[in-house]
């Protein structure tokens, strides 16, 4: 390849990166080249074991200690010093010219805005910081230039921000705080490792929205680090995909969407979920992993047409420091069908987890009812004594978030998987462990594997885990809490097409929580939107999805990124006033006001809307 | 922050009361009293005790009034500085243990002065420089100094000091200077032979410490916001010491609340076999005695030490990190 030329800031050519592991050397990247030019956005795509984040690493000059680059250039030439080339391959990493370009000339932001900041220094000492390091000021004007940044990434009220610590901040703010820190000293190149995976939709477009204004302002390029194809398309002008370390495909934004060549990316598209997929489509994992149908018998609801379970008048607080209290859920109220999947969808905080929680039973409601009409009629969840309470539960079970904390590293898979049989007391000894054979069977994991511990097992095999533990009492009711939003694009369309299958097989009924739109838009029937602690909207999924009334629904919709070049976000819409879940930003009609309460107004086809009592549907469809 | 101070001083009175009770009712469990051990020791020794003595020494104590009385004229007493009578030394509780307090004092805050300095340093080069031989051997030297046990180390320091030097290490002064008023001399005697008890008793201290900071380090090191100092530009040395050690620092805070009791108690067997002029020997033989006033007295001030120990960690806390500050008292 030719040197450098000035217009690109990075230049990486057959780079190599192996891992040091009980002497043995592991390569994890494998002759990768790539380039990000000046003033631009470049995606480097992958799921996670890619490469990915190891080649920013070394970048950055960050490698762990075991990382070593075996071969290869990272070329970076700074636009300031007339593209004077420093190959950052070859410099010691904790050597005065690499401590220069980190923080100074390349800024860095990561995917957890939770641990990302340290959480006993406030976010302006922070930032100033690493001003301090490569622009020193004195201390007067530090402040000031620190505040001026912190108004830029959209802080409010600057010089009381400065003063506050990170637990203060919500994730939006944080990430804003974390670009703040990478972009004062105005670097050449920002890299962004997944900056808005653990986001919300709504502020995940924010922060986008951010880095493109700064983008402008600064005029520095940015790598973009990501699995979300959506984002991808949003976001960038040049595309690299990686697999297993090596560079798959890699062009602008428009060859690689309009068209992609290699199978690998063809594959990655076909298994993120989006909105125009046909009922009964499913998705195409990358690795098909086939489970064993159960042999158990569907359950048959015919003739029966009460819902399986009623929720009604739910209402939970939690007490706050200096006396105040948070309404976290209130007056959340809803049915769920026989055989049918509801899903509940809202941002982080709008009290989704804490209703499904309250419905089994593992957080106590302030008020309210739950009522589950069994075969042997109806039983009211919040009244049972724990007596009857465990008697109760193999009707009701639940699937976690955390694929690593929600199973127990000290015990094996049969006993994580032969647990509830062990309380209930289901069977003997052999039976249970035939039990757990049948349902490794089911959820597509092979059963030698049930004398290994957890730690052996893949986020996506460990979630398979999690399933069959749920099915082990053969339960009618599964409370799926973001099953996968702790999995890559591939995982998660096998765990998706799995829950999807023993839903059929077994005719079981699923509240599917999720803050993610796709995945919920291809699991459910009916679909429930929470803001703020109560339900604002809640009707079939096409009704939803083609005429949402409500405003949050609406700005939800349109700040999910689709991986589709034609229908690119527009971010001066999707950010029109503010949080979009802040009912002040909302049209009066949905806003709780003294001239009387809200209620669920009928819009027809099952579909309903909260919003004040005098109006109408059609006051409603015209707001 | 005040509200939080003032909640914590006013949970430790309940705290100690209980505590005082326990203790209280302890003394009192065995079936004999100081009185009856105490006749019973003089008729095994042939000699007849002073009965009269005993009775008068009885009805001064309360022994005849019911045992809430008693045990509120004990705790009263506490109050107002009057700690009850030893009966085996036949002096007031405070005078009895008057110098060796200062004493113990003394040797205590050298050795938990030298396990911070040598602990701190170990601690952090062994988690920087985790699996390497240094950390390795370190570690090793750290588990010796854990697993032996503090008298037997004491042990083999007398013996090798007598047969290699012809020296007598025991005791925190020479012989001469007991019970003699303190003067340049008597102090320069204490501090030679000083460093001795220090290295034995923070031997095993140091061990624990280092292996406290090395593993709240290295749990400290793994997380992100190092990364981004790191990734900041900083210095690798200054990010080390701004973040994470900052951070771990916690559970050395937490720990100084320990460490207020252990230094009037704590190292009884080694005080014995170096013969130091310590409160530690002082408790042992008043359990041993039933000696119920010292023995009782001595346990409730080691109480009050742990408890208000306790308070300071925690204010402590709340000055170090805002987390606790800020957020302390929500319920979930």
């Known amino acids: ?623 | 922050m005040l509200r939080y101070i003032a909640r914590r001083i006013l949970i430790m009175i309940p705290t100690l009361l209980i505590t005082s009770a326990l203790i209280f009712t302890v003394m009192q469990l065995p079936p004999s009293d100081y009185f009856e051990t105490y006749v019973a020791e003089m008729a095994a020794q042939g000699e007849k005790a002073d009965m009269s003595r005993v009775e008068f020494l009885k009805k001064e104590y309360g022994f005849d009034k019911p045992l809430i009385e008693r045990y509120f004229l004990w705790v009263t007493g506490f109050v107002r500085g009057d700690f009850g009578y030893s009966f085996e030394y036949e002096m007031p509780v405070s005078d009895v243990v008057g110098e060796r307090l200062a004493l113990t004092v003394l040797v205590s805050f050298c050795t938990i002065l030298m396990t911070w300095i040598v602990a701190f340093p170990i601690g952090i080069y062994s988690a920087t420089h985790q699996y390497s031989w240094a950390d390795y051997g370190l570690t090793f030297i750290g588990l010796l100094g854990i697993a032996v046990p503090h008298f037997l180390l004491a042990l083999i320091f007398m013996y090798f000091a007598n047969v290699w030097f012809g020296l007598s290490i025991g005791g925190l002064m020479d012989p001469i200077y007991f019970n003699q008023p303190w003067n340049w001399a008597k102090v320069q005697s204490v501090l030679a032979h000083l460093w001795i008890p220090v290295l034995i008793i923070g031997a095993g201290g140091t061990g624990s410490m280092v292996r406290a900071i090395r593993a709240n380090l290295l749990d400290e090191l793994q997380k992100q916001y190092y990364v981004t100092a790191k990734a900041k530009g900083l210095p690798p040395g200054k990010a080390l010491v701004k973040y994470p050690l900052r951070m771990s620092l916690n559970f050395f805070v937490s720990h100084i609340g320990d460490v207020l009791p252990s230094i009037v108690s704590g190292s009884e067997l080694t005080a014995v076999v170096l013969s130091l002029q310590t409160t530690g020997p002082l408790l042992l033989r008043a359990l041993q005695s039933q000696d119920m006033y010292l023995a009782g007295s001595f346990l409730l001030f080691l109480s009050c030490l742990t408890v208000v120990g306790v308070l300071i960690s925690d204010i402590l806390l709340g000055f170090l990190d805002p987390r606790i500050r800020l957020q302390g008292g929500r319920t979930k």
């Open chain 1, 1 to 623: 390849m030719a040197p450098a030329t000035p217009s690109d800031v990075l230049r990486i050519e057959d780079l190599r990166i192996s891992f040091e592991m009980h002497g043995h050397l592991n390569e994890v990247v494998k002759g990768v080249s790539l380039r990000v030019p000046a003033g631009r956005t470049v995606a480097l795509v992958g799921e996670s074991g890619s490469g990915k984040t190891v080649i920013s690493q070394a970048i950055m000059g960050l490698l762990p200690r075991n990382g070593i680059i075996s071969q290869g250039s990272i070329q970076f030439s700074d636009p300031l010093k007339d593209g004077k080339v420093l190959d950052i391959a070859q410099l010691p990493a904790d050597g005065s010219k690499m401590r220069k370009l980190r923080g100074g000339r390349i800024g860095m932001i990561f995917q957890e805005p939770m641990s990302s900041l340290s959480p006993v220094h406030t976010i302006g000492s922070q930032i100033e910081e690493a001003l301090q390091l490569h622009r020193p000021h004195p201390r007067k004007e530090a402040r000031a230039v620190t505040e001026k940044m912190l108004g830029l990434v959209g802080f409010r009220d600057p010089p009381r921000s400065y003063e506050r610590y990170s637990f203060e901040l919500s994730g939006g703010l944080r990430q804003r705080a974390m670009l703040a820190m990478a972009l004062i000293c105005h670097p050449a190149l920002l890299i962004a490792d997944e900056p808005t995976t653990a986001l919300d939709v709504t502020i995940q477009a924010q922060v986008l929205k951010l880095m493109k204004e700064l983008q402008r302002d600064i005029g520095m390029a940015i790598l973009l680090i990501t699995h979300d194809l959506g984002v991808v398309a949003n976001m960038a002008d040049e595309v690299v995909v990686v697999y297993r370390g090596e560079v798959m495909e890699a062009g602008t934004v428009e060859d690689i969407f309009r068209r992609p060549s290699h199978p690998y990316l063809k594959a990655l598209l076909k298994a993120s979920p989006d909105f125009d997929m046909q009922e009964g489509e499913r998705l195409v994992a990358l690795r098909n992993v086939a489970p064993v149908a159960p042999t158990r018998a569907k359950r048959v609801y015919e003739g029966n047409s009460a819902p399986l379970l009623s929720v009604r008048h739910l209402r939970k607080t939690y007490g706050s420091k200096g006396g105040g209290s948070v309404l976290a859920v209130d007056d959340v109220g809803f049915d769920i069908g026989r055989g049918e999947c509801l899903g509940l969808v809202g941002e982080s905080g709008s009290g989704k987890t804490t209703v499904g929680n309250m419905i089994m039973r593992a957080r106590k409601a302030d008020s309210g009812e739950v009522v589950f009409h069994g075969e042997k009629g109806a039983v009211d969840v919040l009244g049972l004594d724990s007596h009857a309470l465990k008697a109760f539960r193999p009707h009701m079970q639940m699937i976690f978030q955390d694929p690593v904390s929600s199973l127990s590293p000290r015990m094996t898979v049969l006993d994580i998987i032969r647990e509830p049989m062990i309380i209930q007391g289901r069977g003997d000894a052999n039976a249970q462990k035939q039990r757990a054979v049948e349902l490794m069977h089911a959820v597509g994991l092979d059963p030698r594997f049930l004398n290994r511990y957890p730690h052996s097992f893949s986020g996506g095999q460990r979630q398979r885990i999690g399933i069959a533990r749920a099915l082990a009492l053969d339960p009618d009711l599964i409370i799926c809490d973001e099953p996968v939003s702790a999995l890559d694009v591939s995982v998660q369309a096998q765990i998706l097409n799995l829950l999807k299958d023993l839903q059929a097989s077994l005719g079981l009924t699923y509240l599917f929580v999720s803050h993610n739109l796709a995945v919920v838009h291809y699991m459910a029937e009916r679909i429930a939107v929470m803001a703020r602690g109560r339900i604002v909207e809640i009707g079939p999924r096409q009704e939803l999805f083609r005429n949402p009334a409500h405003p949050y629904t609406r700005s939800l919709l349109k700040a999910v990124p689709l991986p589709d070049l034609d229908r690119k976000l527009d971010f001066d819409v999707a950010m029109s006033g503010g949080t979009a879940s802040d009912p002040a930003s909302w049209p009066t009609e949905f806003r709780d006001t003294k001239d009387g309460p809200l209620r669920m107004i009928d819009l027809g086809n099952e579909h309903s809307v909260l919003a004040a009592e005098r109006c109408t549907a059609h006051d409603i469809r015209c707001a």
